[in-house]
């Protein structure tokens, strides 16, 4: 069975500097996509970045960024010139070929002003 | 990108009682939807997958009698919480899975529900 896990149960970060949350994950499957995911206070579910496992390069979506080590099996988002929107619950996530998706535990981010 | 509803946003009732939830994709047609539940503080724990025409699958430890899914059609997922008791309290929400191409590997989420459970 896949796991996802991320260690830091809480991170602050000042803000406009850089931040990168951690996340390893456990699957003996080798075609995959990996999510961040963001919940702020409202709970809504927000997509921040995605990546396909087959593919090399990392993703990046403006101040959001990956390092995916696929042989590693890790997969940490860097928030770069952090904003107070950036505040929120961020889970990792790995969806299986059965279209299922699996959650880490979760970082709660606190950017300080 | 595509938009995923649910009502209602919260609802409160009595324990024996039955609630209902609905899941609906505005924008795109979904032959699956997905429920999960979240208690405070915690992941997101998937309940169940709901297919368009035919029978949900179930997470291991997850009552089907207790928590009656129907996916009548492309566009809407029902969650039905039966003699809900104050344990069944909790932040439930779906997402949707689009089937056009380039959408395929994305699931949206609806804004969840949070059921309260007197």
Redesign the interface.
């Known amino acids: 069975a896949q796991t996802v896990t991320q260690s830091q149960p809480e991170m602050s970060v000042q803000e406009a500097e850089t931040v990168t949350l951690s996340c390893t994950y456990d699957t003996s499957e080798s075609d995959y996509?990996l999510f961040w995911?963001k919940q702020p206070p409202?709970?809504?579910?927000?997509?921040v970045i995605?990546q396909?496992a087959y593919k090399q390069q990392n993703a990046t979506e403006n101040r959001f960024s990956v390092n995916f080590q696929k042989a590693a099996k890790s997969f940490s988002l860097k928030i770069s010139d952090s904003q107070l929107g950036d505040a929120a619950m961020y889970?990792c996530a790995y969806?299986s070929r059965d279209?299922?998706?699996?959650?880490?535990?979760?970082t709660r981010l606190h950017i300080l002003p | 990108g595509a938009v995923v509803s649910q009502h209602p946003s919260w609802v409160i009732c009595k324990s024996g009682t039955s609630v209902k939830i609905e899941c609906r994709s505005l924008d795109f047609q979904a032959t699956?939807m997905?429920w999960y539940r979240?208690f405070p503080k915690?992941?997101?724990?998937?309940m169940a997958?709901s297919n368009e025409g035919s029978k949900a699958t179930y997470e291991q430890g997850v009552e089907k009698d207790k928590f009656l899914i129907n996916h009548a059609s492309l566009t809407l997922s029902t969650l039905t919480v039966t003699s809900a008791h104050p344990e069944d309290s909790s932040?439930y929400?779906c997402?949707a899975?689009a089937i056009e191409k380039g959408h395929q590997?994305?699931?949206?989420?609806g804004?969840?529900t949070r059921l309260l459970v007197l």
Do not use: A, N, V, W
């Not at chain 1, 409202?42 to 997509?47: A, T, W």
């Open positions: 996509y995911y409202s709970r809504q579910m927000i997509l995605r396909e889970f969806r279209d299922k998706i699996i959650f880490g535990k979760g | 699956t997905f979240q915690q992941s997101l724990m998937l997958t932040f929400i997402s899975r590997e994305t699931q949206y989420f804004p969840g």
